[in-house]
């Protein structure tokens, strides 16, 4: 079974759209900074489509920020709750889009994971037993094995040829 494709552009739309409802009514601008941050690379992943830097630095912070938006609703939303009587239904419905933003993360972390293979990246994840990320090493060339198909075996090194009293041979 194919995993489908999601495009880039649509997950950081609705990321950025469930944020902004997110920030209507109760959490502290950190919870916007470093939201809104995230997208930045997000937009930037979007612009350089080859880049496997941009979609992995945006998968990191996707990742990051799971972890301090629950930080940021453990604190704020008792504190908001409690203050928000007259504007009730904002509250709810800020909250309920910052909590909505939270459960699309894990997600949107698949399938920028998905992208960042698409796009070469190398890292695999493996989720069977213990899970832990190694590095595919099948692409590199050993560097001890020179290529004699060169007409000098010595391109780089010219000193031997130069040496005074040395025959040079045109």
Request: hydrophobic share 50%; net charge neutral; charged share 15%.
């Amino acid at each position: 079974m194919e995993i489908p494709a999601i495009n880039l552009k649509a997950i950081v739309l609705v990321h950025w759209i469930l944020t902004i409802w997110g920030c209507m009514a109760w959490l502290p601008p950190s919870y916007a900074w470093g939201n809104f941050s995230v997208l930045a690379v997000g937009v930037w992943a979007i612009a350089q489509r080859d880049s496997i830097d941009a979609v992995l630095m945006f998968l990191i912070g996707i990742a990051v920020t799971i972890l301090t938006d629950i930080i940021h609703f453990g604190i704020f939303y008792p504190l908001a709750e409690a203050i928000a009587e007259r504007n009730r239904d904002t509250f709810r419905f800020s909250a309920g889009m910052a909590i909505l933003n939270l459960l699309l993360k894990p997600v949107s972390c698949f399938f920028i994971y998905q992208m960042y293979k698409e796009r070469g990246g190398d890292y695999n994840v493996n989720f069977a037993g213990f899970p832990s990320v190694t590095r595919n090493r099948d692409a590199y060339q050993s560097i001890d094995q020179q290529d004699q198909s060169t007409s000098s075996a010595n391109p780089f090194n010219q000193a031997e040829a130069t040496k005074p009293g040395a025959a040079r041979s045109y």
